[in-house]
C-alpha cells in the first residue's frame, strides 16, 4: 500500500506532465465521486458556525462599549467620592467582630 505522501506526488507528476504535453488527464470515477463527497461534507461544516463567528464584530463592539462605561464609571465614582457607605465599610475593617454582633446605627 502506498503512502498519502506518494499517492500526492504521482498526482502531481501526472497533472505537471499533462500540463506540458497539452494532454487532458483522466482520472478513476470513484476517485472524482470521493472529492465531490468532500467538498459537500465540507460545505456542509461550513454552515454549522458558532455564535462567535457569525456574531464576533458585534461581540467584540459590545465588549469594547461595556469596558468603556465601566472605566468612565469607576473614574467617576472614585473622583467624585460617591460613597454612602464608606463609613460601615472602614467600621467592619477596623472591627469586623463587633460590627457583625452589634448594629451598624447605634
Avoid: C
Avoid at 494532454?23 to 454549522?48: F, L, Y
Avoid at 465614582?77 to 457607605?85: A, C, I, N, T
Amino acid at each position: 500500500m502506498r503512502s498519502r505522501k506518494e499517492i500526492i506526488d504521482g498526482i502531481e507528476k501526472e497533472l505537471a506532465s499533462s500540463w506540458k504535453s497539452g494532454k487532458t488527464v483522466s482520472v478513476d470515477p470513484q476517485w472524482k465521486n470521493r472529492i465531490m463527497r468532500e467538498i459537500r461534507i465540507s460545505a456542509d461544516e461550513a454552515g454549522q458556525r458558532s455564535l462567535f463567528e457569525t456574531h464576533g464584530r458585534l461581540i467584540w463592539r459590545f465588549s469594547m462599549i461595556a469596558t468603556g462605561l465601566t472605566l468612565f464609571f469607576l473614574i467617576y465614582v472614585l473622583s467624585s467620592d460617591v460613597m454612602p457607605y464608606r463609613d460601615l465599610a472602614l467600621l467592619f475593617l477596623e472591627d469586623p467582630a463587633g460590627f457583625i454582633l452589634s448594629p451598624p446605627f447605634v
